[in-house]
């Protein structure tokens, strides 16, 4: 596996998903608000794994787009918990694109997605302690 500059994916596989001509503007290059969402499901995931339960996204810093995502390419999002604080759990994401009909990856973006626990009506609850 190819990878730009050495590097390795930071963190546990979230989410996988193909790049397809639907999300990519005339040249072929996908979106950036699609990568986003996809990061943003990704923390997702694992903010309700880490609160057992209801998350939602309250900020998202640091969101750098280093190379383009092209049609057919495999969108692999990593993510990590950063910290945890009293309601809120600050998650490192990181993407990757798995090249189209290769096994080549290289890292397309990065970011922090802090997300916030929310009881059953809404409101911020605390994160429960991990056992």
Known sequence: MNQQASETPTGELTVRVP???????????IFGGWVMSQMDLAAGIRGVE???????????????FNRPVKIGDTLNVYTAVERVGRTSIRIEVEAWAQRY???DLVKVTEGVFTMVALDGAGSPTPVPTEA
């Open 101 to 103: 009909l290769t096994r």
């Open 50 to 64: 880490r609160a057992h339960g209801r998350v939602a996204t309250v900020a998202v810093d640091k969101l750098v």
């Open 19 to 29: 790049a397809m001509p639907a999300d990519a503007n005339a040249a072929g290059d």
